[in-house]
């Protein structure tokens, strides 16, 4: 999965991940692929990120596909909430 940036009303960022762990009370980790060409030996490289981020009614579960949205921090680590769940978990 390439990495989706979308900017939205207000300038806010947009990414487009995989939930990888929803363990946290009220808060999801989510997964965002980034494919980028490697400089030395030209190939594509996979990288990963995981971000925080909030969900207030627990509702995203690990494997699905959601947007997170960028928003003023939360806590220490959480600068991002869920905007909406594209697509669940088979």
Same mark, same amino acid.
């Given at each position: 999965?390439?990495?989706?940036?979308?900017?939205?009303?207000?300038?806010?960022?947009?990414?487009?991940?995989?939930?990888?762990?929803?363990?946290? !009370?009220?808060?999801?980790?989510?997964?965002? !692929?980034?494919?980028?060409?490697?400089?030395?030996?030209?190939?594509?490289?996979?990288?990963?990120?995981?971000?925080?981020?909030? !969900?207030?009614?627990?509702? #995203?579960?690990?494997?699905?596909?959601?947007?997170?949205?960028?928003?003023?921090?939360?806590?220490?680590?959480?600068?991002?909430?869920? #905007?909406?769940?594209?697509?669940? #978990?088979?």
């Amino acid at each position: 999965m390439e990495e989706q940036i979308v900017q939205t009303k207000g300038g806010k960022r947009s990414f487009v991940g995989i939930v990888t762990s929803d363990k946290m !009370d009220k808060t999801i980790v989510v997964s965002i !692929d980034t494919k980028r060409m490697d400089t030395l030996y030209k190939k594509y490289v996979t990288r990963t990120k995981k971000c925080k981020a909030h !969900d207030e009614q627990n509702e #995203a579960h690990i494997g699905d596909t959601v947007r997170i949205v960028e928003c003023s921090p939360i806590s220490k680590d959480k600068c991002w909430r869920l #905007a909406e769940i594209i697509e669940r #978990a088979k």
